[in-house]
C-alpha cells in the first residue's frame, strides 16, 4: 500500500501535466477561427468589415496565390457582400478593373474541410488555387522523385480526386475537370522544378571548395616571375674576347 508521503509526487506530476495540457485543448482549430470570423459578416460588404486584411485570411490567401495574389485582390475588392451557400463562404467579383489580365474571381472557404480556393478566370482559361491540391501536388511529387513524368501527373490526378474543392451555384463559370488538371499540372511543374533546382545547386561545387595546402589558393600568394632579358643592355655588353692559344 502507497503512503501518503509517496503519492504526493505522483498527485503533483498529474497536476502539472493537465495545466500543460488545458491550453492546448481549450485553444480553438484555425477552422474555428474561421468560422468565427466570417458567420457574422453574411451579407456585409467585405471591404467595409477588412476580410482580406484580416491575418488569418490575408496569410492563407499569399500562401495559396503566390505571384497571383496581387491581380486576384484588385477582381475580389470589387465583392461587395459576402454570402453563405452550405458550408460554403465565398465571395465574387462583380467587374474586372485589370481586363488585361483577368475577368473574374471567386474566393470560396469549405467550412467542412476548412478548405480555401481561388477561381482565377483569364480569357477563355479558368486557373483554380486550392490549397488541398497543392499540398496533395508537392507530396506526390517528393515521393515520386525520379519517376517518369507520366507517373507523376498519373500519382498526383489519384491524389486530389478527393479533395477537389466544391463551388457554389454563383460560380458555375468555373469548369472543375479541366480546372483541377490545369491546377495539377501547374503544381507538378513547378514542384518538378524546385526539385531539380535543388539538386543542381546541392551539386555544384561551392566557392570555398578548394584543395587544402595548395598555395595558390592563398590569396597573398604571387606566382614567380621568370627573369626578364633586356635585349639593350644584352647588346651594349662588350663580349669578352676569346683566349689565345698558347704556342706549342
Same mark, same amino acid.
Given at each position: *500500500?502507497? +503512503?501518503?508521503?509517496?503519492l504526493l509526487?505522483?498527485v503533483?506530476?498529474c497536476l502539472?501535466l493537465a495545466?500543460c495540457?488545458?491550453?492546448?485543448l481549450? *485553444? ?5 477561427l *474561421?468560422?468565427?470570423? $466570417? ?7 467585405p471591404?467595409?468589415?477588412? $476580410?482580406?486584411?484580416q491575418?488569418i485570411v490575408k496569410?492563407r490567401m499569399?500562401a495559396l $496565390?503566390?505571384?497571383n495574389y496581387d491581380?486576384? !485582390?484588385?477582381?475580389l475588392?470589387?465583392?461587395?457582400e459576402? +454570402?453563405?451557400e452550405?458550408p ?6 462583380r =467587374?474586372?478593373p485589370?481586363p488585361? !489580365?483577368?475577368?473574374k &474571381? /471567386?474566393l ?7 478548405q *480555401?480556393?481561388?477561381?482565377?478566370m483569364?480569357?477563355?482559361v479558368t486557373?483554380?488555387f486550392?490549397?488541398r ?6 507530396e506526390?511529387?517528393?515521393?515520386? %522523385?525520379?519517376?517518369?513524368r507520366?507517373?507523376v501527373?498519373?500519382?498526383?490526378? /489519384?491524389?486530389v ?9 454563383e !460560380?458555375?463559370w468555373v469548369?472543375p475537370? %479541366?480546372a ?11 514542384a518538378?522544378?524546385?526539385a531539380q ?8 561545387? +561551392?566557392s ?10 592563398d590569396?597573398? =600568394? ?9 635585349? %639593350?643592355d ?5 663580349v669578352a674576347? &676569346?683566349p689565345e692559344?698558347?704556342a706549342?
Open positions: *500500500m502507497l +503512503r501518503k508521503s509517496s509526487p505522483l503533483a506530476l502539472l495545466g495540457l488545458a491550453p492546448a481549450l *485553444m480553438p482549430s484555425s477552422s474555428q *474561421m468560422w468565427a470570423l $466570417l458567420k457574422p459578416l453574411v451579407g456585409f460588404d471591404n467595409q468589415v477588412s $476580410l482580406f486584411e491575418p496569410n499569399v $496565390l503566390g505571384p491581380t486576384t !485582390m484588385q477582381l475588392h470589387t465583392a461587395n459576402l +454570402r453563405k452550405g460554403l463562404f465565398y465571395v465574387v467579383s =467587374y474586372t485589370v488585361e !489580365m483577368a475577368q &474571381a /471567386g470560396v472557404w469549405n467550412s467542412e474541410t476548412n *480555401m480556393a481561388v477561381a482565377l483569364k480569357g477563355d486557373e483554380v486550392a490549397e491540391i497543392q499540398a496533395a501536388a508537392q506526390r511529387v517528393a515521393r515520386a %522523385e525520379d519517376a517518369a507520366d507517373k501527373d498519373e500519382t498526383v490526378q /489519384g491524389a480526386a478527393g479533395v477537389i474543392p466544391a463551388w457554389p451555384a !460560380m458555375s469548369n475537370r %479541366e483541377i488538371g490545369e491546377a495539377v499540372e501547374q503544381r507538378v511543374e513547378q518538378v522544378e524546385q533546382t535543388q539538386a543542381v545547386e546541392a551539386a555544384a561545387p +561551392r570555398d571548395d578548394s584543395t587544402p595546402g595548395d598555395p595558390a589558393n590569396e597573398a =600568394y604571387e606566382a614567380p616571375q621568370e627573369d626578364a632579358i633586356d635585349d %639593350e644584352e647588346a651594349d655588353s662588350e674576347p &676569346a692559344a698558347a706549342p
